[in-house]
């Protein structure tokens, strides 16, 4: 081996990767649009040139030009009369065939903006491609108010559009005028970054506990070959072995094997069982590398039998992954391959691959890993002679005991030959990033060895989201170390409020969904295709594994029945569905089970023989996912109607009562209640083939209770027909991200991406706020959108309450402390308060009356205590102070006496 001085080398490398590299910036200060300062009016027709109206005839709508917000001009578009229920319901102000933008570059959007009786004073901006229909990556949805507002956004174009077939369009869906200005898109600089990201300055080795000698602090584990955009390994499944080593006392095993094979589970499009053949050990952040220059990644590797399939893997931050296959045995031996990255940040995996062996399982140990530049293996060194990592015996970090704190263990491994003294301190904030505790450390460790300190009782007695830090005093610590923690009471009853569209694919996010009061999971497997393959052929063992894995953790199912039809009974028109698809072979496939079935009885059929299967299983079932408005269920957009969706909703909740009298049927258009779908499934009724009423919301950031009186017209509507049903709101997305694996980032498709909020701490304010409101008027339950675990290092904002391992996010904790303090058996009270200060919310449940309360406005609300009323803030702690200071961030009240509740709140100042 090479013997060099590694570190000074691969500072230098990394120091010119600093320099030299500059992302594609293309013609950056060009604005795109024409016409955006909107002075151009050529032929004095008072309405600005190159922009235009779109939308169905029944919306009444006029562009004009006005004055600007500095006195020159600009665009006032007006909408007098709104009808809904189609793609085109909207009053738009688009600007056709003139902007063009290119995949992967990144662009600012700004403009100025005002509003006046828009419905929930938001607006939506897209540049979308019209041949075929298709998004850019260039939108938003943003708020709109009565004042000159700017509005700026960055995107990162998903997809060329070319300028002959664009539309940028500006649009709301209601009655209401809307003022723009100064429109800008143009392309831009902008450097993406990769978290966290590991210092590579002064070492020669940059990988983290590369020889595991503090454990497994700082590692994942990976399955490359896993098959579905859903999900990923989503926690370290290595176990640490002090019986054999190559450097140092203890290296990684990782074990497969015929009865110890983790399968990962989801049930979207077709379900996933699937079988972890490839097992990676993975390290947490990107490293920094120069593309295009040699870099080697080295390790060393052992097998409990001769010929053992390994891998080593380059995973880029341009997506591609970079793999060198190699085979071990029963001796330790080192491994080795050069790679040039194309990307600037890497990250490294390690691991077993029998994907394509004929092994039943393997055990793999793994240890000495090390990235280094050039083209020649140098002898290993670790990253530092002395490493300190912190870590939670607890799964997810996520303690059921508030009573006896929070434990954490910190690892600190000296791998010199002299002893070292560890020292720094351990800080703890809450959910309100107020620092609440410090702990100092001090350890000496030995020459060669590991020491661990346990740290136990930690804010013993307290509840809620915290955020443990390790400030140790190491020039050479790989990044920040902090961990996300909670210290919840676990919840105890069958029945919540609160479920998950999709499953999780791991049981111990099951675990921890159930312990914060997600006691529901809306199941997608009972699909007609999946049951009944071909005519006649019924085979329930591929949807089997996906309901009982839910209902094995205590938790409910929802079974939905997403599609009218199989391939093989549809109705579809192939050429129709070409024409939308392409070649896109699973877009081709859903289309297909979206139209209706060619004899309505075979779907009789199969709705009855999936609920004589399941009947002993679940008592709730959903009839069609989003028909008509989207392309799941009888698509509008093929020439269905209503008349089509409530043939086959009636025909379905019959066949369900046949084999399951007690059982309850979801039925409805799965879109917001607002919209005039819901209204003419209401009025045509519809509500006569269900018990309970679906709804899906993804709300953009504004007011949760801007929402409210749309949930009181539904309801009242009910009501006057006699048919009042609770509704089940089954999708709805409430998004933040503190720790984002890239910056600039985003979550999830557009629906997603509005309801992405700034902050964590904004989520969780909104998340009880929309319960609250929603679970006032009408609505018992509420799913949240989805229940995805993307890989280590990777994205995974869009299952909404977890982190990498199950670490919660601070709507977990929040959730929390709503689920309990309502219970299963809650009621909404008829004493809802609402002032030009204050709303309040009340519900009875078993133990007392509870109130939601939050602010209106900026001014907080002082709210004087008796005796016999209690407060506790947003993550269930009690309010110490005789007075409650109210703002905009919700409290609980908590009583026996509902009317003594809204009459405090109604005397409120």
């Known amino acids: 081996m090479c013997q060099r001085p590694l570190c000074v080398v691969f500072a230098v490398m990394v120091s010119m990767c600093m320099l030299l590299s500059a992302p594609w910036a293309g013609a950056q200060g060009v604005n795109l649009v024409m016409n955006g300062s909107f002075e151009e009016d050529a032929d004095g027709d008072g309405r600005p040139d190159g922009w235009s109206t779109a939308g169905r005839r029944e919306v009444l709508q006029e562009l004009v030009l006005d004055t600007g917000r500095e006195g020159g001009k600009s665009a006032r578009l007006t909408c007098t009369a709104f009808e809904g229920g189609t793609p085109d319901s909207h009053a738009m102000i688009c600007q056709v065939g003139t902007v063009g933008v290119k995949r992967g570059q990144w662009y600012r959007l ?33 708020p709109v108010g009565f004042s000159w507002t700017r509005v700026e956004r960055v995107c990162r174009a998903t997809a060329d559009v070319p300028a002959e077939t664009s539309r940028l369009q500006f649009w709301f869906a209601s009655t209401g005028t809307l003022w723009l200005d100064d429109v800008v898109l143009e392309p831009i600089e902008l450097k993406v970054e990769f978290h966290p990201r590991i210092a590579v300055e002064g070492v020669g ?97 052992k097998a409990d039998r001769p010929d053992v399939p390994a891998v080593l893997l380059i995973h880029q931050s341009s997506g591609g992954e970079i793999r060198h296959a190699v085979r071990t045995g029963t001796e330790w031996q080192r491994f080795s391959f050069t790679f040039k990255p194309s990307s600037e940040f890497v990250w490294t995996g390690v691991g077993m691959d029998l994907s394509a062996a004929r092994l039943d399982g393997a055990t793999l140990w793994v240890d000495a890993v090390q990235v280094e530049p050039g083209e020649t293996t140098m002898e290993y060194v670790p990253r530092a002679e002395v490493e300190s990592f912190i870590e939670t015996p607890a799964t997810g970090n996520v303690f059921l005991a508030p009573d006896e704190g929070l434990t954490v263990d910190l690892s600190a491994a000296n791998t010199g030959d002299q002893p070292r003294t560890v020292k720094g301190r351990l800080v703890i904030k809450d959910f309100f990033d107020k620092e609440v505790l410090t702990v100092p450390v001090e350890k000496e460790v030995a020459a060669g060895s590991t020491d661990r300190v346990r740290l136990t009782d930690l804010l013993r007695g307290w509840r809620g989201f915290f955020r443990v830090h390790w400030e140790c005093e190491d020039p050479n610590a790989p990044y920040p170390q902090s961990l996300r923690c909670a210290l919840i009471d676990p919840y105890e009853e069958r029945d919540s409020a609160f479920g998950m569209n999709h499953a999780y694919g791991w049981s111990f996010l099951l675990k921890l969904s159930k312990a914060a009061g997600l006691t529901w999971m809306r199941d997608w497997s009972i699909k007609w295709n999946t049951v009944e393959p071909q005519q006649g052929s019924f085979d329930f063992s591929k949807v089997d594994p996906q309901i009982d894995r839910v209902l094995a953790e205590g938790l409910n199912v929802l079974a939905l029945l997403p599609f009218p039809s199989a391939p093989w009974c549809s109705q579809a028109d192939k050429e129709v569905i070409r024409q939308v698809v392409g070649e896109d072979k699973a877009g081709y496939l859903q289309y297909t089970v979206a139209w209706r079935p060619r004899d309505d009885a075979l779907f009789r059929n199969y709705v009855a023989r999936s609920v004589d299967h399941y009947k002993n299983r679940t008592t709730h079932y959903e009839i069609l996912n989003e028909p008509l408005y989207t392309t799941y269920a009888v698509p509008a957009r093929f020439g269905y109607g209503m008349k089509d969706y409530l043939d086959l909703l009636r025909i379905a909740y019959e066949a369900v009562k046949s084999q399951q009298l007690e059982a309850q049927v979801l039925g409805g258009l ?139 996010r601070k709507m977990y904790a929040a959730l929390s402390a709503l689920a309990n303090l309502l219970g299963e058996d809650f009621r909404a009270l008829p004493l809802t308060v609402v002032t030009d200060r204050l709303r309040g919310y009340l519900f009875g449940t078993s133990r007392g009356v509870v109130a939601v309360v939050w602010a209106v406005g900026e001014e907080p609300v002082s709210l004087v205590l008796p005796a016999s009323v209690g407060a506790l803030d947003l993550m269930g702690n009690p309010v110490q102070q005789a007075a409650a200071r109210v703002t905009s961030m919700p409290v609980y009240l908590t009583g026996q006496d509902g009317g003594a509740l809204r009459d405090l709140l109604e005397r409120a100042k």
């Open 110 to 142: 700004s403009f100025w903006t005002k509003g006046r009786d828009l419905a929930r004073s938001s607006c939506q901006v897209a540049l979308s491609n019209t041949r075929p229909w298709g998004a850019s990556g260039v939108e938003a949805t943003f």
């Open 205 to 301: 080795n940059p990988v983290p506990n590369s020889s595991f000698e503090a454990g497994t602090m700082g590692w994942g584990s990976y399955a490359p070959n896993l098959r579905t955009w859903t999900g990923n390994v989503y926690s370290q499944l290595g176990e640490i072995d002090d019986t054999t080593a190559y450097h140092g006392r203890q290296s990684l095993r990782l074990s497969l094997s015929a009865d110890r094979t983790p399968v990962y589970y989801f049930d979207y499009f077709d379900p996933v069982e699937e079988p972890i053949r490839t097992l990676l050990a993975a390290h947490v952040g990107w490293i920094p590398l120069k593309p295009g220059m040699p870099y080697v990644l080295s390790c060393a590797l």
């Open 670 to 808: 799965g879109a917001w209640v607002d919209s005039s779908w819901v209204r003419r499934f209401v009025n045509d009724g519809g509500l006569k083939w269900c018990d309970i009423m679906d709804s899906h919301l993804y709300p953009v950031t504004i007011p949760p209770e801007m929402y409210e009186q749309d949930l009181a017209s539904v309801w009242e509507t009910m009501q006057a027909r006699g048919e009042a049903k609770p509704i089940w709101l089954t999708e709805f997305g409430c998004y933040a991200d503190d720790d984002p694996y890239m910056t600039p980032s985003t979550i999830g498709d557009a629906a997603m991406s509005r309801a992405h909020w700034p902050t964590e701490r904004e989520a969780a304010e909104a998340l009880v706020k929309s319960s609250a409101c929603f679970l006032s008027h009408g609505v018992s339950k509420i799913f949240f959108h989805a229940g995805t675990c993307g890989p280590i290092n990777g994205a995974d904002g869009g299952g909404i309450f977890f982190e990498y391992g199950g670490a919660p």
